[in-house]
């Protein structure tokens, strides 16, 4: 397991030894610099445990972010939407491997970390907690949560952990085909029959607010935001995330032909330099019962999580086995 204490920087030890005011100097010229931290630096022991918990958060919820959508492969209506959501569904299973790989670079072990997801106490990201009641349901997923995930991940490419900006790349690109083939899909339910259109209404009715929810708190209320602030893991805060959100999609809904959900949305040409959407409050409340594990499906997500671990157990023992035997076979030869 990598210790901080095997890593220390070049030069000499004694006088290491004798300030961790050092390291965090030239921890805080790398940040100022704009430098990325990487595994191996020296970091203080706040800023290693606060990307543990986000990077393990951000990796539960991708793995619990297959569920609502995974249901719903065999019932995709063509074989076309098929192939796309499987695809989508994939990528997913990829993200969050490369997010527990970026976790690990911190001294986790997955296996700690997958415990304490089965556990119930690390937390995952509540918008799954709900569930997906009809097709239309997909495309909206795609739509809004995929584009909510958008608008919070880009600026993690630019996050101060090297491990965790350089996964944050390749998913956002892939986070973006989401949002494409959860929007294009609405479109050509749009253009179907009453059923069809009144199907992606209730869809957008039930999503909209949990989809502004994932961004989290308001800042004001927001009890991590200023740590990460300053170690540069969060660029943006939450309420401005959520404000450029809306801001992109209520557009979208006018593409398509829908309707938000709010009857306070309206456009504030007096607010900020452009102009930006007003919208009404937040029911925190439920925001705070999901989160506290009295959502509709919590109870079915992680009983699905635990399952799908336990069914897999033996393809993790049988890779074991064939890396030992092909160890040895390795050995013999040489
Ligand atoms: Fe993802
Ligand atoms: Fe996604």
Redesign the pocket.
């Known amino acids: 397991m990598y210790t901080q204490a095997m890593d220390i920087p070049s030069g000499d030890r004694e006088a290491s030894e004798n300030s961790d005011a050092a390291y965090e100097a030239e921890f805080d010229a790398k940040l100022a610099r704009g430098d990325f931290i990487e595994p191996k630096d020296w970091m203080p022991e706040r800023y290693r445990k606060t990307l543990i918990r986000q990077i393990s958060q951000h990796a539960h919820s991708?793995i619990v972010?297959m569920l609502p959508e995974g249901g719903w492969i065999t019932r995709a209506p063509t074989l076309e939407r098929k192939c796309i959501l499987l695809a989508k569904v994939q990528?997913?299973a990829g993200?969050g491997m490369y997010l527990y790989s970026a976790a690990e670079t911190l001294g986790v072990s997955r296996d700690d970390l997958i415990e304490a997801l089965h556990s119930g106490k690390a937390k995952y990201s509540s918008i799954f907690n709900y569930p997906t009641k009809t097709w239309a349901d997909i495309g909206v997923v795609g739509w809004l949560v995929d584009g909510a995930?958008i608008m919070n991940q880009i600026p993690l490419t630019r996050c101060s952990y090297g491990p965790y900006a350089r996964a944050m790349v390749r998913?956002c690109k892939?986070?973006s085909f989401h949002q494409r083939q959860g929007y294009d899909l609405l479109l050509t339910l749009m253009k179907g029959s009453t059923d069809q259109r009144a199907m992606v209404q209730d869809a957008v009715n039930r999503w909209w607010w949990p989809s502004l929810m994932m961004f989290g708190p308001h800042d004001s209320e927001s009890t991590n935001s200023g740590d990460s602030m300053k170690w540069g893991i969060k660029r943006i805060s939450n309420d401005d995330l959520r404000q450029k959100f809306v801001d992109a999609t209520v557009p979208q809904a006018k593409l398509l032909g829908v309707t938000l959900p709010d009857p306070d949305l309206k456009w504030n040409p007096a607010r900020g330099e452009a102009g930006h959407w007003d919208f009404g409050p937040i029911d925190w409340s439920e925001f705070w019962s999901v989160v506290n594990g009295h959502g509709e499906c919590n109870a079915e997500r992680l009983a699905d999580r635990i399952k799908a671990w336990d069914d897999g157990a033996w393809v993790r023992e049988a890779a074991l086995a064939h890396t030992q035997k092909r160890r040895h076979r390795d050995c013999v030869a040489a």
């Open positions: 991708e972010g990528d997913e993200h995930a998913v892939e986070e």
